[in-house]
């Protein structure tokens, strides 16, 4: 009688412990950070309604220099810490990209863990998709930032100025 006894509350203790470890792992997935996906258009309507939008590129130095979306940052994985949120400020939303976005993606995951909300990614991936939008670059010689920025901002006021077609 004894052995039955310590069998039974031996197997409801190992059925409380897998209880217990489903319940954990499925309450981590709820913790695992959310990245949204806004199209270009969703991106230039707030631009011109006076949103501020951020820009996070998530490329390596030397891709950032190259070209990049007028106003971007350069963050990459490996840099972001505790003090990203001072870099990026108070935004109405922040895009991380990369070329086709799988660097920014992870870049956007890592920014929701150290506080900062309201990231997504491209919903055209990246800069290639961004640039094949027929959006504005900046690239170092042939303008100046400033130039680059008061061209989004044409763009955003007048989105079909600049978008090769209406991919929103």
Do not use: E, F, M
């Given at each position: 009688m004894i052995f039955r006894?310590?069998?039974?509350?031996?197997?409801?203790?190992?059925a409380t412990q897998l209880i217990i470890?489903?319940?954990s792992s499925s309450s981590n997935t709820n913790k695992t950070p959310l990245v949204g996906i806004a199209s270009t258009e969703e991106v230039l309507r707030l631009i011109r309604e006076g949103k501020r939008v951020v820009f996070v590129d998530a490329r390596e130095k030397e891709e950032f220099e190259e070209e990049r979306i007028p106003g971007a940052i350069n963050l990459t994985l490996r840099e972001i810490d505790d003090m990203a949120p001072q870099l990026i400020g108070q935004a109405d939303l922040v895009i991380a990209y990369c070329l086709k976005d799988f660097r920014g993606y992870e870049v956007a995951k890592a920014l929701t863990e150290v506080g900062i909300s309201n990231l997504a990614t491209l919903k055209h991936s990246g800069l290639n998709g961004w640039k094949?939008?027929?959006?504005?670059?900046?690239?170092?010689g042939n303008n100046t930032e400033a130039?680059?920025?008061?061209?989004?901002?044409?763009?955003?006021d007048s989105p079909s100025m600049c978008r090769k077609d209406d991919k929103s």
């Open positions: 006894t310590l069998g039974i509350v031996t197997v409801a203790l190992i470890a489903l319940y094949s939008d027929g959006l504005p670059l900046y690239k170092p130039n680059a920025l008061a061209h989004l901002k044409q763009c955003a």
